[in-house]
């Protein structure tokens, strides 16, 4: 057995009341293999006495699961600043009522990400949980430089202050929604640094009040920078949707931005190719002018699910320009099906 083997059974132990691993939370300072004996050192940054003690314990147990592995000498450490507050502790209280929290992401712009969020998420509110209940869905847009949810959405207004610096989130359509589009003025450009991305992202977290929700979507910036690993490291993701169109540009520059959800622990539920073909109204046809098939092989080298193409609809562009996203306003718009089936995929991913 190597160390490596060991990181990767590691991989398999969430920090408790977490969807996130130790390893991804960059808790573990030494793992080591000496013969049959495990080595482990954990570094923790705990105000519950009894945290120390159920990691150490979850880690004994998985370690000892695997045959290779007879004894083990596992040390949990609480140390100060070992772990940024913002991830473990601190205003977690906004986020303990949301089950399950997805990143929408691409690798470039312009391939309709935003509005895939916005119609994804109102599509999830449509629809009934196994109790029966309409499912309740938040969306934070991410996209501080280029904050369109707002629009896409319907939204206006300031969110109103419900607390000691806790906002309220804006609704519509039954989505709950922040975003920077909702705290500036439409024509006040954001012109910031990493340090203010993170800490508006970790904002957006942790100083709103979210309330119940079974899915939180988050709307990223395109690329890999400062908002895509802020945000892997203040949230528990439960996953990322990757989003391109057909073209190779933007498929190969979709595998390298998924590229980094790998390398933060963060599992692909799946590709969208949007934009995938626009149907002849008359015969249906199917013209395919971004060339055909680039989701799917982004799939095929990722290793996670197709989730469905979203062809190019009118409809869908008009239902961005005016606030009303085309899963609600049609819902048999033939791009709104394919939404409503991904969304479905997601679900039962997911469950």
């Known amino acids: 057995m190597s160390d490596d083997k060991i990181l990767n059974i590691l991989k398999k132990v969430n920090y408790p009341g977490f969807s996130r691993d130790l390893v991804s939370f960059g808790l573990i300072q030494r793992a ?17 006495e009894s945290l120390p003690a159920k990691i150490k314990n979850d880690v004994e147990k998985a370690l000892l699961a695997d045959d290779a592995i007879e004894n083990t000498e596992v040390t949990v450490q609480v140390k100060s600043n070992s772990v940024p507050s913002s991830n473990i502790h601190s205003g977690n209280e906004n986020l303990s009522g949301i089950k399950r929290i997805i990143a929408v992401a691409s690798g470039k712009g312009g391939v309709g990400k935003s509005t895939l969020s916005v119609n994804l998420a109102c599509a999830l509110a449509r629809m ?8 309740k869905v938040g969306l934070m847009d991410c996209d501080l430089y280029g904050p369109s949810v707002p629009l896409l959405i319907g939204a206006s207004g300031r969110p109103e202050i419900v607390g000691d610096n806790i906002l309220a989130p804006v609704e519509s359509y039954a989505v709950k929604s922040i975003s920077m589009g909702l705290l500036i003025d439409e ?14 992202i970790q904002q957006f977290a942790h100083n709103v009040m979210w309330g119940e929700l ?48 790998e390398k933060v622990n963060v599992p692909i539920l799946g590709v ?24 799917a092989a982004t799939a095929v080298s990722l290793n996670c699910p197709f989730l469905g193409e979203i062809p190019l609809h009118e409809e869908v562009r008009l239902g961005g320009d005016h606030g009303t996203p085309v899963v609600v306003t049609n819902p048999d718009n033939i791009s709104s099906k394919v939404i409503f089936e991904i969304a479905n995929k997601i679900t039962e991913i997911l469950s």
Do not use: H
Not at 187 to 200: F, L, Q
Not at 231 to 236: G, S, Y
């Open 128 to 135: 009934k949980d196994s109790n029966g209940e309409s499912i």
């Open 32 to 48: 080591e293999i000496v013969g049959k004996n495990a080595k482990v050192l954990i570094e923790v940054s705990a105000s519950d």
């Open 214 to 261: 079974d899915y939180l979507l988050i709307d990223l910036p395109p690329g890999t920078g400062d908002a895509q690993l802020s945000l892997a490291q203040i949230l528990p993701l439960d996953g990322a949707i990757v989003v391109t169109t057909p073209q190779k540009a933007a498929v190969d520059v979709a595998r390298r931005g998924a590229r980094m959800f």
């Open 187 to 200: 024509e006040s450009p954001v012109v910031w640094r990493g340090p203010m991305i993170m800490k508006t």
């Open 272 to 295: 969208v190719e949007n934009m995938s073909f626009l149907a002849d109204e008359i015969n249906g046809e199917k013209n395919y002018l971004f060339g055909q098939g680039g989701g």
